[in-house]
């Protein structure tokens, strides 16, 4: 049988240029959450399915886990979703850690679902959670930090907004005002998540089902109609749901002193169907008119460590998947091109002569700073070779060892932005990376110890 070269149907190769994307995107989220003082987390790739099975039901176990029985008959997933493991790892800590714990975590995931537009198989998720926070301060937190990442990637109000809910005021509409029971109540959230993506006919049918009369459809609908924070708020207080309006103002009141209420909308049908969330949930929404979507969603919860007997520990996250904010980027022309690699540094020899000595500025320059990207060329090459290579790979800087070069123990370096060009002494190092610096300040190379091999070579 011949072996076909494609990836298992749903996974990526990643060649170099898509794997410097996905750099791009981890590098973006990593510094955008340390700016806020979170700390990244991992956990293993493999979970007992009774870990899923508590905490997302029955439909996420049987239809979409990888599972297997292990060589010792442990019924074992391949991890879905991260925030199982959240919890298990916050419950063995949280008395001990002090308040609040700041996480994030960028975990490889894997779920057997139908591959499509923004959804596959495998995908790596951004993962933002803050536990024991004072309410409504770690939900604003949270919020900051959606806006600081997605600004960071170059973003703004014109390309995505986040759409907010509150669940304390789902569960009083469908609670208090239609009277549905649990079971009801967990169909109609269902109905309404996705509302906006089924008929009319269907969820009238839907609610038919259901049993809801005149009366609560027409509350429902008038709900549903809600478009802003000022309309939700009458709507509250005309029905009576005093708390729930409460609530939502001293939220909103923050938002708008710190003056991000303006990336923020009110939507009735953002219920995020997972029962652990409890108060604010939210949607970031993209507004190009291809990619009308929703790009990443969370929101506050209380009962996530329930599962492992544990305390109603408040917390706030939220997941960003790396396909939909590519797909995201791409359709607003924000991902920069990573199609190929770029270099700093392009060093060559004109002879076999002047190898080794190309092979050993190579050496000490990535000795004394490390994040300049060398490329040595390993075979004798001319200068109009070398200048054609230094373009394709669009490097900063030409060094080129020549016979004339070699005899005066020199290397020339040309700058390939303004063209200029200039002959170094091979044994002075630290002048050339200042050389780099000085042409190109926006990289730091600066290193002004001096090592072994200056004064050497001095």
């Known amino acids: 049988m011949t072996l076909k070269t494609n990836p ?70 391949i991890r879905p979703e991260m925030t199982p493991t959240l919890a298990r790892m916050v419950a063995q800590i949280h008395r001990k850690t002090p308040l609040p714990i700041r996480w994030f975590s ?184 291809d990619n009308r979507r929703a790009i990443c969603g969370g929101g506050a919860y209380a009962n996530l460590l329930q599962i492992f007997n544990g305390p109603p520990l408040h917390g706030v996250g939220f997941g960003l998947g790396d396909v939909t904010l590519k797909d995201f980027l791409v359709s607003h022309k924000l991902l920069p091109d990573f199609s190929q690699n770029k270099v700093d540094v392009y060093l060559s020899a004109q002879t076999s002569e002047g190898l080794p000595r190309v092979m050993e500025l190579g050496h000490r320059i990535r000795s004394r700073y490390q994040d300049i990207k060398v490329l040595t060329e390993l075979r004798p090459i001319n200068a109009k070779k070398a200048f054609s290579n230094g373009k394709k790979y669009k490097a900063k800087f030409l060094a080129l060892i020549g016979e004339r070069e070699l005899s005066n123990n020199e290397v020339q370096i040309k700058n390939s932005k303004d063209k200029d060009s200039i002959s170094m002494k091979l044994s002075n190092v630290k002048d050339i990376i200042h050389f780099f610096h000085a042409k190109n300040p926006s990289n730091d190379y600066l290193d002004d110890s001096e090592d072994a091999n200056d004064k050497e070579k001095s």
């Open 106 to 289: 960028i975990p490889n995931l894997y779920r057997y679902e139908r591959p499509q537009r923004g959804r596959l198989r495998e995908h790596w998720q951004f993962n933002i959670d803050i536990f024991g926070a004072p309410e409504n301060m770690g939900e604003v937190e949270v919020l900051q930090i959606v806006l600081a990442l997605m600004k960071n990637f170059g973003a703004d109000q014109s390309t995505f907004e986040i759409l907010i809910n509150d669940r304390r005021i789902v569960n009083f509409v469908f609670g208090k005002l239609l009277k549905l029971d649990q079971d009801k109540s967990s169909r109609l959230y269902k109905m309404v998540d996705k509302y906006k993506k089924i008929s009319p006919d269907a969820f009238e049918e839907g609610l038919s089902q259901i049993g809801l009369d005149g009366v609560s459809k027409e509350n429902l609908f008038r709900y549903l109609a809600l478009d802003s924070f000022d309309a939700v708020f009458e709507f509250l207080e005309q029905m009576g749901g005093l708390e729930e309006k409460n609530n939502l103002i001293g939220f909103y009141k923050i938002v708008k002193n710190l003056k991000i209420d303006p990336y923020l909308r009110y939507d009735p049908t953002i219920v995020r169907g997972v029962d652990y969330y409890t108060g604010i949930v939210f949607e970031v929404f993209d507004k190009h008119p």
């Open 8 to 77: 298992y149907k749903g996974t990526r190769d990643l060649f170099p240029p898509d794997k410097r994307v996905l750099d791009y995107l981890f590098s973006t989220m990593k510094r955008t959450a340390q700016s806020f003082s979170y700390e990244p987390y991992d956990g293993p790739l493999l979970e007992d399915i009774e870990l899923y099975r508590s905490k997302s039901g029955e439909e996420l176990v049987n239809d979409q886990i990888y599972s297997f029985h292990d060589k010792g008959e442990r019924f074992v997933a």
